[in-house]
Structures are given as structure tokens and as C-alpha cells.
């Protein structure tokens, strides 16, 4: 099995996820991690199980003028906020527009603050429907994983992360189709 994690990450929060994912898919096949930015259609060709996931910003994905403002945040001096290597790359909006047709299959995750969705919102459920527009299956409802209001990861939630990338190695094995033994 052939696992790739998609990831866009400002503060590095959500790549400490997929990170955390990928280490729970890993006993089950090939992981590889990779930001939106790097993510060309050669690298997503092949994957039998694909994850993508993001930050929240203004209660969905990030869009340009949000990934700025990240940027803009973590520049202030005297701040405590550090940006992930990748920041400045394109997001996930900017990536499923120049996305063709993905046949495998999905799972979406999101980071956000640790308040309720109502209040949050969240990107998982955005990023679950445009891979399903792409002609993905989901293997799992989208998955939230939970931040501090100091932009930290809150504990435990890298434990889940890698557990959740278990569970979705456990639910493909189930799901993909077995050889059929021939009769004689």
C-alpha cells in the first residue's frame, strides 16, 4: 500500500499531523509526507490512500489574504508564533483547482482551535468535499485535531493523530478487494 499525506500548515501545527498520521499508516506500506506547494499530480498518481489536511482560517480552508495575515501575525516582533518551512506556498484551494480527477481513495483532517465547530468552524468538511468532487472515496468522516489559542498543539494530539493514521490503515485493508482464489 502507497499512503501519501498533503498537508498546508502556517504555524507548523498541521504538519506535526501529518507527520503524526503518517507514522501510524506506516506499518502498513509506504508513507509519504508532503506539502501542498510539492504536490504535482506525478506524486498523487499511484497513492492507494491519499490524506489531505489543513489549517482553519475564518472557519473553512485558507484562502490567499488568510495565509497572509499568518504570515503578517508570525512577522510582528516580539511574537511567539513560528512559521512552518512551507508557509508561503500555495494552499489547498489553489491546489484543488489545478487538481484532475483523483480515483482512490481519502481522508481530510483539519487543525483548529479546541472550541466547538460552531464556533470554529473547520476545513475538514471543505477539504472532504472537494476530494470527493475530484472522485475520491472516503474511507473516514474528516477529522479535527486541536490547537491552543497560543497556536500550539494541545496535548494528546499527536497520540490521536497517529492512532486516527492506524485506524485508516486498518479500515483500507478492510476494504480493498481480496484475490479471489480460483476453483477447480
Do not use: C
Request: net charge positive.
Amino acid at each position: 500500500m502507497r499512503s501519501l499525506v498533503i498537508y498546508e500548515s502556517e504555524y507548523g501545527n498541521t504538519h506535526l499531523i501529518a507527520n503524526a498520521i503518517a507514522e501510524g499508516l506506516r506499518s502498513r506500506g509506504e508513507v509519504v509526507v508532503v506539502p501542498v506547494a510539492e504536490a504535482d499530480a506525478a506524486i498523487v498518481s499511484g497513492a492507494d490512500l491519499i490524506i489531505v489536511g489543513g489549517p482553519t482560517h475564518a472557519h473553512g480552508m485558507s484562502r490567499t489574504s488568510t495565509r497572509r495575515d499568518a504570515i503578517r501575525a508570525a512577522e510582528k516582533p516580539g511574537t511567539a508564533l513560528v512559521l512552518d518551512a512551507n508557509a508561503a506556498g500555495r494552499g489547498l484551494r489553489e491546489w484543488f483547482a489545478s487538481l484532475d480527477r483523483v480515483a482512490t481513495n481519502a481522508a481530510a483532517f483539519d487543525t483548529r482551535i479546541d472550541l466547538p465547530a460552531t464556533l470554529t468552524g473547520g476545513a475538514s468538511k471543505g477539504i472532504a468535499r472537494k476530494l470527493r468532487r475530484h472522485g475520491a472515496t472516503l474511507i473516514s468522516e474528516p477529522q479535527s485535531f486541536f490547537v491552543t489559542k497560543f497556536s500550539r498543539l494541545s496535548p494528546n494530539e499527536e497520540m490521536r493523530a497517529r492512532d486516527w493514521g492506524a485506524q485508516l490503515g486498518r479500515t483500507l485493508d478492510e476494504t480493498a478487494p481480496r484475490p479471489s482464489t480460483p476453483t477447480r
